[in-house]
């Protein structure tokens, strides 16, 4: 008898070790007093070491541990946005109230495994491996939404996303078993062949799998109408948090949104794509119109979230490479955009005694230039101006909708995209059209004004510090970069897309 | 040059952005002075006789997704070039002569403003074109937004400039779908372009043509404003700073018709002969609401507003003729427009100045002690009303001779908005500068910095007077160019009641040559 060893792709898999021995080597840390001041740093480290490695395998594409994962230039290039996002919301989390008060080493640990979890689920190929990444990526966001521990709403917010978090696993794991019974397999290529004879429709069982399926993913995505803990969550969370769970996650899950329709479901891509454009133009209306009237500037990134995810929908909508290419470009500029308003809206929390109210960036534009000019960039991004790296998201998604002969969810987004200015221009005005009165600074008094009295004490240079001011300002600079020349990340999203152009149609 | 001539103001806008606040305007003007320099050096070299695109610029900028940079002159953009780069200079100057608050970011918006309206004229790719056009919006929101004035009944300017917003956006948003659908059908599957001369090479189908003219009509109708779309002008106009609105209603308003001119007519053609009634109609709705309301407000900032309504009427009737005279005469109109409503809208914040309120019935008497300035009025005042001997007479004559070739009902109706025209802005000037003066007003003639920014501009209205030629000897073959594509369709149908009477259209005969030869033509 022979005894094959099992071939590891010790190079391939290098990322995921390295962000695996970085969440040991900080944990660690975190525990002795002397060096616990370094494991900011160190969680950068490894970040930076683990998009490193993932850059250095940038082009290959191969099976990893028995088809289980796939590493590809759309896996790398997702694990890039969750990385960065990561790595600003280690930046934007110095001096956070809930890094102290979680311990600085549990709440890098748990930000570190959920980018593990993201990685993975990126690369993952199979419904067991697609299961446990997604896991990997939600249990430490759980906890993550409930590290400010002074804080009711963040304690809410943590437990409102862990019982809907579960539901949506639970609906997930249901209908990965109906895909399975269905088709026979649980690799991604077997389904495509297992349900390719009757086609989706002629089966039951695969269409409750998948409809289930779609459903549980829809709910991590936060598409309507599975979206209600969204603004909930993201307004109770610590911000940095928001910030990162608002982008990494979104990037993560459409990651595998993508590889589970467009490879294991591309054959029946006739069956599914009028249910998803639905639920895109669902998301598009509710996302738009529930920002409508929000005050909260996390709330009202929230909903907005929310209707960007019904646009990058779109993109898969079409099941084409140009879908993909799209979706990948968007998510990118959608990380940036993000990043850069949560980056002002920390700076504000901590300056202001109006939390992450709209009245707490009034004035900005005279107060602080260089967190108003950031604020103001992604709020015209995000709403499509031209000049920026929205518009080119915009010009990308409806080009592919129009070409893939969905006109109509292409004008949806349009429509959208006026409603939203509604919102995105009101926090403009905000920053540049009003006075600012007795914002900021001035209100030095939080237990006078109204403030709960676990509020967080106020730095009142927060809006000057570096490690906020920098990543917004690098954030906007690259957004506006890739709004004017915006064909290097075009060609990178292109790579994305071809990786998987031989499942599709 | 094409390049330094579109990116001049914004690179002296930021600029200004790095000297002390008392400059910063100063830093933008010079930067309008070269821009206007620069665009004298292109109109000099152009080539009037030649049709086709000159000083051509074309890089592929998103080669993934078929856009490319690219950027021309021919005599359809060049005078209106040159009417944004003539226009932005004094409007920059007036501004900076009465130092707003914020200067640097103030400054910073007006050459921003007028980088994306030069590229909206000279943009010769489909894509680009869109996208200068929804960039225009962006500063213009920023400067009728932060230094807008609030209204006593309660609306504020960053609630007027919204309401803008939304109207405009809702065009352009569509018009960008519009744009990438136009593109994609007319590749069908091969290589994708946006290039409005490749473009023309293959018209859409009808049943597409129709949905999409639509779509492109409504971003321009609004633009303009046309009648029944014009819901924001209103409150926008009397929100806006002075000299932004000078550029805004001069310039801006143009690219809505010069849209239908470079994209509408020539990849659209079977749809622009389908609903040429239906836009006439808007048209002189357009004329006659415009007029009408211009003569029974009081505020004079809506008496210049809906004036240029009815302006815009006309000049989309002119297009709309489908007839080269009439297109010519649109063009003429175009920059005759501008050049009067520019000054206009200066002219009123001059007399805002000595007033105290920009209310018709509380002002009067500025002429007592104010001859130059009264003059200046005068002469702008004859202008709108296209007096003969003024500029605008030839293009508003160009324009119905068009219209009577080809509608002559039409024609009838656009005459009684000429009429009306007399009315309103002859009103405007005589309850101003006439009468008895009340007491509060301040009868001062023009100051010398004044003076240097309105002379210079009235100057230019008298002397394209004496020469229109200027403009149309330029614009003719280019205005030929844009019609025969519809030309081809209208006379391949069947003959209508009117085809009979038109001996001139039928003169026309280069109609039956097939469109890839356009640019070819001499």
């Known amino acids: ?505 | 040059m094409i390049n330094s001539v579109l990116w001049t103001p914004l690179l002296f806008g930021i600029l200004g952005l790095f000297v002390p606040r008392r400059w910063a305007g100063w830093v933008v003007v010079g930067g309008a002075a070269v821009t206007l320099g620069l665009a004298i050096g292109l109109l000099a070299g152009f080539d009037s006789g030649a049709s086709g695109l000159q000083d051509t610029v074309d890089v592929d900028w998103i080669s993934g997704l078929g856009v490319s940079y690219s950027l021309g002159l021919d005599g359809l953009n060049v005078f209106l070039m040159m009417l944004t780069a003539l226009l932005w200079l004094p409007a920059v100057a007036f501004a900076a002569m009465r130092q707003p608050d914020r200067p640097h970011l103030y400054f910073l918006m007006l050459a921003l403003g007028e980088t994306a309206t030069l590229g909206a004229f000279l943009a010769q790719d489909l894509l680009l074109f869109v996208l200068f056009f929804d960039l225009m919006l962006v500063p213009f929101y920023f400067l009728f937004g932060a230094w807008g004035q609030d209204r006593p009944d309660g609306t504020t300017a960053v609630a007027a400039t919204m309401k803008m917003i939304v109207y405009t956006l809702i065009g352009s948003l569509l018009m960008l779908v519009a744009a990438i659908a136009t593109a994609i059908l007319a590749a069908d599957g091969g290589q994708l372009s946006f290039s409005i001369v490749d473009l023309q090479q293959n018209v859409l189908s009808e049943g597409s043509q129709r949905w999409i003219f639509w779509f492109f009509a409504a971003a321009f109708l609004v633009k303009m404003p046309a009648f029944l779309l014009h819901g924001w002008m209103p409150d926008a106009y009397r929100a806006a700073p002075l000299p932004a609105l000078a550029v805004f209603s001069a310039v801006l308003s143009k690219v809505g018709a010069y849209g239908f001119l470079r994209v509408v007519l020539p990849l659209f053609p079977d749809a622009t002969i389908e609903f040429q009634e239906i836009v006439l109609v808007i048209a002189l709705a357009s004329i006659l609401y415009g007029s009408v309301m211009a003569f029974t407000q009081t505020n004079v900032r809506l008496i210049a507003g809906y004036s240029s309504v009815a302006q815009l009427g006309f000049i989309t009737a002119g297009i709309f003729a489908l007839r080269p005279d009439g297109a010519d005469g649109a063009l003429l109109q175009m920059v005759n427009h501008g050049l009067v409503v520019a000054p206009v809208f200066l002219i009123i914040a001059v007399l805002a100045e000595r007033a105290g309120t920009e209310d018709l019935r509380e002002m009067g008497g500025i002429a007592l002690r104010a001859p130059v300035l009264a003059a200046m009025f005068l002469i702008v005042t004859l202008a709108t009303l296209a007096m003969p001997g003024s500029a605008n007479f030839i293009g508003e004559f160009y324009i119905l001779n068009g219209l009577f070739q080809a509608k002559i009902v039409f024609a009838f109706v656009a005459g009684a908005g000429m009429v009306l025209a007399a009315y309103y802005a002859l009103r405007l000037y005589q309850r101003t500068m006439h009468n008895r003066k009340p007491e509060p007003i301040d009868s001062r003639d023009l100051g010398w910095r004044d003076a240097a920014v309105l002379v210079p501009l009235v100057g230019c209205i008298v002397a394209l007077a004496f020469y229109p030629q200027l403009v149309l000897k330029r614009t003719d073959a280019a205005v030929g160019n844009q019609l025969r594509q519809a030309q081809r369709v209208d006379s391949n149908r069947p003959l209508t009641w009117q085809r009979g009477r038109e001996s001139e259209a039928a003169s026309i005969s280069d109609s039956a040559r097939p469109s890839g030869s356009g640019a070819a033509a001499s």
């Open chain 1, 1 to 505: 008898m022979n005894f094959n060893a099992p071939d590891i792709d010790y190079a391939a898999l290098s990322p995921v070790i390295a962000l695996t021995g970085g969440i040991c080597v900080v944990l660690l840390a975190g525990v002795f007093d002397r060096v616990r001041r370094a494991v900011p740093l160190l969680t950068l480290l490894t970040l930076g070491a683990a998009a490193g490695l993932f850059i250095w395998q940038w082009g290959e594409r191969k099976d990893l541990v028995a088809g289980a994962l796939r590493l590809d230039e759309l896996a790398v290039a997702v694990a890039l946005i969750a990385i960065l996002a990561a790595a600003f919301c280690v930046l934007i989390s110095v001096r956070e109230p809930a890094v102290s008060q979680a311990g600085s080493g549990e709440y890098h640990v748990l930000l570190l495994g959920s980018v593990l979890g993201m990685t993975l689920l990126a690369q993952a190929q199979n419904l067991v491996s697609f299961f446990i990444a997604i896991e990997t990526l939600s249990v430490p966001l759980y906890v993550l939404c409930a590290t400010n521990l002074r804080r009711a709403e963040s304690l809410e917010s943590g437990l409102k996303y862990l019982i809907i978090g579960s539901m949506g696993s639970a609906t997930l794991l249901y209908g990965l078993a109906f895909i399975y019974g269905g088709s026979g397999s649980t690799d991604f290529t077997g389904i495509a062949a297992g349900i390719g004879k009757e086609g989706v429709l002629g089966d039951p069982l695969v269409l409750v799998g998948i409809a289930l399926a779609a459903t549980g993913l829809a709910f991590k995505i936060s598409i309507a109408p599975f979206h209600q803990w969204t603004p909930d969550v993201y307004q109770g969370a610590p911000t940095p948090v928001t910030a990162f769970m608002a982008v990494a996650t979104k990037a993560a899950a459409f990651a595998v949104f993508v590889r589970f329709f467009d490879v294991a479901l591309a054959p029946e891509a006739g069956d599914w794509d009028v249910a998803l454009a639905v639920l895109a133009t669902a998301s598009i209306a509710v996302g738009n119109i529930g920002a409508l009237g929000q005050d909260s500037l996390k709330r009202l990134l929230g909903y907005s979230g929310i209707a960007q995810a019904g646009y990058m929908l779109g993109g898969l909508v079409v099941a084409s490479e140009a879908g993909i290419n799209a979706l990948v470009f968007y998510l990118a500029v959608y990380s940036l955009m993000n990043l850069a308003a949560f980056a002002v809206i920390v700076a504000r929390e901590r300056e202001t005694s109006f939390g992450d109210e709209i009245r707490a960036v009034e004035g900005l534009g005279s107060e602080r230039p260089l967190l108003a000019w950031p604020l103001t960039i992604s709020m015209l991004a995000l709403a499509g101006l031209p000049g920026t790296a929205g518009f080119i998201g915009k010009l990308y998604l409806i080009e592919a909708l129009v070409d893939g002969d969905y006109t109509w969810l292409g004008v949806a987004i349009a429509v959208g995209t006026m409603i939203s200015l509604a919102y995105y221009l009101r926090v403009v005005a905000a920053i540049w059209m009003r006075p600012a009165e007795d914002t900021a600074v001035t209100a030095e008094v939080p237990a006078v004004a109204g403030a709960s009295p676990e509020a967080d004490p106020i730095d009142a240079d927060a809006g000057g510090r570096w490690y906020l001011v920098g990543p917004a300002l690098l954030a906007a600079a690259a957004t506006v970069f890739f709004g004017v020349i915006p064909q290097p990340l075009v060609e990178w999203a292109e790579h994305a897309g071809a990786a998987l152009s031989q499942f599709l149609p």
